[in-house]
């Protein structure tokens, strides 16, 4: 019935892709949308002749469906969603949408990760999945800091994966998962319907049974989720230099950075903002029109705009929202020390805190 669909004698049209496209990044000099750029690749895959989108939504799926309502007529595609009500990970969705991706054909199906933005040479991928005769394909890309992505250990002759390690801890090599898949349905069968990482808990598997195999994509991907990789990448020239700086780090122009202050890697600081000297910053983006004053810690966190973190303050993996005010009782004092540690939180916009409101854990 789907004989327009047809790939020099193969089918493959159906695809299931990941949240969220809603994403927005917002960093310094850079701002993309997800949105917009769902439409590139769901016409790279059309171009190819998939004609079935299924989506995988579990978060805000009104804007999704929303957004998807001119979607379909405008690229004349069919786009169905499939929403979660709890988080399934990165298969579970697969089982979810189970009736919609097998089916009498036997034909496989894309999986595309949707804060990826690439080259899709899908075509290739097609024609690599048939003639290897596996049960998996997933393209491979190489990257400077592979920790933070899956790591695929393969034959460089076949394509053949032996290990996949998602985030190691040590290197094991710098061919990483690009999150574009092309899976036979009996992937399906694999994956319970629960949270489970197709990462974690599938294609390792399918790699120790010797049916998972890997193609390198040469051309351009990115992460989107990375961004700094990405700036890195494109135009170095904007990453701050300097003895107090650490691996990519973004400075404003209009930003005032202190005597002695450590800053990276991946840290993003916005115009006007002020870091007072012995500050260290590690992993977080700083909004315009922070102060953070002499001595305080911060890593993976992020900043609101226009808030103040108090000297000594120590926050790791902490949101503040706009105009928080992180006080400590040592304002105004040349003091070095935790005197508020705060591991985990958000604190919501316009508060005002003194340090014992702030303390998950203390006396560190
Ligand atoms: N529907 C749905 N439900 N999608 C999810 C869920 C969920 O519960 N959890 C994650 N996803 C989607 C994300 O939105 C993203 O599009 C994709 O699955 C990957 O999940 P992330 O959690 O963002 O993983 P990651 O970026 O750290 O790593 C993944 O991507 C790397 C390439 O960018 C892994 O696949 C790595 O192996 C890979 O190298």
Known sequence: SNG????????????????????????????????????????????????????????????????????????????????????????????????????????????LNSDVISEYPLKLMMEF????GGEASIMVTKVDEPSKYGVVVMEESTGKVERFVEKPKAFVGNNINAGIYLLNQFVVDRIELKPTSIEKEVFPKIAAENKLYAMALRDFWMDIGQPMDYIAKNSPSKLATGPHIVGNVLVDETAEIGEGCLIGPDVAVGPGCVVESGARLSSCSVMSGVTIRKHACISSSIIGWSSTVGQGTRLEKTVLGEAVHVKTSLEGVVYVCDDVYSNGGAVLPDREMESSNLKPESNV
Do not use: W
Not at 10 to 38: F, H, K
Not at 64 to 86: A, G, P, R, V
Not at 87 to 103: C, F
């Open 4 to 111: 327009e669909i047809l790939m020099a004698g193969y089918r493959s049209d159906r695809l299931v892709s990941c949240q969220p496209l809603t994403q927005r990044i917002r960093d310094t000099g850079l701002e993309l949308s997800a949105n917009g750029y769902a439409a590139y690749f769901i016409e790279a895959l059309k171009a190819i002749g998939v004609t079935e989108v299924v989506l995988a939504i579990n978060y805000k799926p009104d804007e999704m469906m929303n957004f998807l309502k001119d979607f379909d007529t405008q690229l004349d595609i069919k786009i169905t969603c499939s929403q979660e009500t709890e988080p399934l990970g990165t298969a579970g969705p697969l089982a979810l949408a189970r009736d919609k991706l097998i089916d009498d054909s036997g034909e496989p199906f894309f999986v």
């Open 129 to 132: 999945h048939r003639a290897h």
